[in-house]
T-cell receptor
Framework: AQSVTQLDSHVSVSEGTPVLLRCNYS??????LFWYVQHPNKGLQLLLK??????LVKGINGFEAEFKKSETSFHLTKPSAHMSDAAEYFC???????????FGSGTRLLVRP | EAGVTQFPSHSVIEKGQTVTLRCDPI?????LYWYRRVMGKEIKFLLH????????ESGMPNNRFLAERTGGTYSTLKVQPAELEDSGVYFC??????????????FGPGTRLTVL
C-alpha cells in the first residue's frame, strides 16, 4: 500500500531564505506524487506533480521537487520564501488502483518578515 | 471558469441531527471525489463518482454517510445521524475523464462541520 510521511508539522523561515519541506513515500511500484497547497479559507491547489518523467519537477510560484528513488523522498523546495507562501502544504501519492489521493499529514509553513 | 463550489461553508449541528453537504464540480468534469479531514488527522478519501455512478466508496466510514450524484452533476453527502467524531472539514474535488492517465483534481474550499 502507498503512503507518504511529512517529516515536519511546522516549518518557519525568514522571508527571502530557502524553503525545504520534507516528504518520504512508501510504494511498491513507481508512484505518482504531488504537492498541494492550501491557503487559509481556500481550496487545495496543485503545486506540482511527478509521474515518472523527469525526476526534477518544477511547479508554480517557484517551487520545485526532486524525486529520489534511492531515498524514497520527494522534498519540496523554493530558493527564496515570500510572505505569500505561508500556507499548509501536503505531500500526496496517488493510489495505484484508482485515482484516489493519499495525503500526508501536512506541513504548515510560516514566513517571518 | 468557476471552480469547485461547496455549500455550506460552515455547519454547526447537534449530535443526532442530519446534515447535507453539497458540491458543484467544474462544468464538464465527470469525476467527483469526496475527502474529509477530521481534527488532527490526514485528509482521507471517502468516495469517487464517475458521472452518476459510484466508482469507489471504500473510504466511506459507515452507513450513516450517504453520497449521491443524481444526473451526474452536483453531489450531496448526507450524514444521518451525525456523531461527534464526524466533525471536520469535508472537501470535494473534480477532474476530467483522464482515461489511464492522471488528470488534476481541483478542490473546493471545503465545508467545516462541527457536531456538538
Amino acid at each position: 500500500a502507498q503512503s507518504v510521511t511529512q517529516l515536519d508539522s511546522h516549518v518557519s523561515v525568514s522571508e527571502g531564505t530557502p524553503v525545504l519541506l520534507r516528504c518520504n513515500y512508501s510504494s511498491s511500484y513507481s508512484p505518482s506524487l504531488f504537492w498541494y497547497v492550501q491557503h487559509p479559507n481556500k481550496g487545495l491547489q496543485l503545486l506540482l506533480k511527478y509521474t515518472s518523467a523527469a525526476t526534477l519537477v518544477k511547479g508554480i510560484n517557484g517551487f520545485e521537487a526532486e524525486f529520489k528513488k534511492s531515498e524514497t523522498s520527494f522534498h519540496l523546495t523554493k530558493p527564496s520564501a515570500h510572505m505569500s507562501d505561508a500556507a499548509e502544504y501536503f505531500c500526496v501519492v496517488m493510489s495505484g488502483s484508482s485515482y484516489k489521493l493519499i495525503f500526508g499529514s501536512g506541513t504548515r509553513l510560516l514566513v517571518r518578515p | 471558469e468557476a471552480g469547485v463550489t461547496q455549500f455550506p461553508s460552515h455547519s454547526v449541528i447537534e449530535k443526532g441531527q442530519t446534515v447535507t453537504l453539497r458540491c458543484d464540480p467544474i462544468s464538464g468534469h465527470d469525476n467527483l471525489y469526496w475527502y474529509r479531514r477530521v481534527m488532527g488527522k490526514e485528509i482521507k478519501f471517502l468516495l469517487h463518482f464517475v458521472k452518476e455512478s459510484k466508482q469507489d466508496e471504500s473510504g466511506m466510514p459507515n452507513n450513516r454517510f450517504l453520497a449521491e450524484r443524481t444526473g451526474g452533476t452536483y453531489s450531496t453527502l448526507k450524514v444521518q445521524p451525525a456523531e461527534l467524531e464526524d466533525s471536520g472539514v469535508y472537501f470535494c474535488a473534480s477532474s476530467q475523464d483522464g482515461g489511464r492517465s492522471y488528470n488534476e483534481q481541483f478542490f473546493g474550499p471545503g465545508t467545516r462541520l462541527t457536531v456538538l
